[in-house]
């Protein structure tokens, strides 16, 4: 004989994930996710499950759906999960809109931030305007964020100039070719400005580098034997001169002058004789 006892079980099984991983942000994992079923029914037992094993998340994805299915006396319940996960930090590419500005030149940096699956939340580059303390190169850091929380930061440089208005009078600027003698002291004028057309004043120096360079046919300009007291001067208002002494012995030069600013495009051309 059997006897066949009846079950009072009106409800099916209790189902509650159990997720851990790196947790990011706005619903996101950045690093593998480990899903695992608690499935209880305290009236009867759980007859099957489907999904209720442990699964571990570690391909990148938008919306993986993970469900368990388990069937008691009481009935069949179900519970599903969405995981969302990106390990990938986004990429960045900084461009500034003027990597040589001007004194006083305001200018914009853009982090360019790039992320194909979560999308870029937020980009922040630092300071965006040049100054009229410290010349030379200016070193920006730009942070990109993501959707999950991911980041990046990258660098980019700009160097600030003086506006430089090329030598007047007696020397002329590249292009062209100036003769003067050995020993001869030469007097350059250039006026410099910033960025908004302002004088700049209070250039603490000056100096020239020289390279020698070929030799050319002819010379389009011939700068007269200065009178000047050697050395930087500034006459006010944005205006130097500099009077420069040439070697004792040379061909031809390049002069670049040298305010300070890390420019090398303050040049003059010579020839010697």
Same mark, same amino acid.
């Given at each position: ?17 159990? =997720?851990? *991983? $790196?947790?990011? &942000? ?8 480990? +899903?695992?079923?608690? %499935? /209880? !029914? ?81 980009? =922040?580059? *630092? $300071?965006?305007? &040049? ?8 070193? +920006?850091?730009?942070? %990109? /964020? !993501? ?83 050697? *050395? ?12 420069? +002494? ?28």
């Amino acid at each position: 004989y059997s006897v066949v006892i009846g079950s009072n079980d009106s409800t099916p099984p209790a189902i509650v994930a159990q =997720v851990t *991983g $790196t947790v990011g &942000t706005n619903g996101w994992y950045r690093g593998n996710v480990v +899903v695992e079923w608690s %499935v /209880t !029914d305290a009236e009867s037992q759980v007859t099957t499950s489907t999904g209720c094993g442990p699964l571990v998340v570690s391909v990148e994805t938008a919306g993986q759906l993970i469900t368990c299915q388990a069937t008691s006396a009481g009935g069949t319940a179900s519970q599903s999960v969405t995981i969302k996960l990106d390990k990938t930090a986004p990429t960045a590419q900084p461009a500034v809109s003027n990597v040589r500005p001007l004194l006083n030149e305001v200018i914009t940096i853009q982090a360019n931030g790039v992320d194909a699956l979560s999308g870029v939340a937020s980009e =922040v580059c *630092g $300071t965006t305007a &040049t100054d009229s303390v410290s010349l030379l190169v200016k070193r +920006v850091n730009c942070t %990109v /964020t !993501d959707d999950a929380g991911n980041s990046v930061v990258r660098q980019t440089a700009y160097r600030v100039v003086y506006g430089f208005q090329g030598f007047t009078d007696t020397v002329l600027n590249p292009g062209f070719w100036n003769a003067a003698g050995l020993n001869q002291p030469i007097t350059f004028k250039f006026k410099v400005l910033d960025a908004n057309g302002d004088p700049v004043t209070g250039i603490p120096s000056a100096a020239f580098a020289s390279t020698a360079v070929a030799c050319p046919a002819r010379v389009s300009n011939t700068a007269p034997v200065s009178v000047e007291a050697h *050395g930087f001067v500034d006459l006010g208002n944005g205006d130097y001169e500099f009077t420069w +002494v040439s070697p004792a012995s040379a061909s031809c030069l390049r002069l670049v002058l040298e305010l300070g600013d890390g420019s090398v495009n303050y040049r003059a051309q010579f020839k010697f004789q």
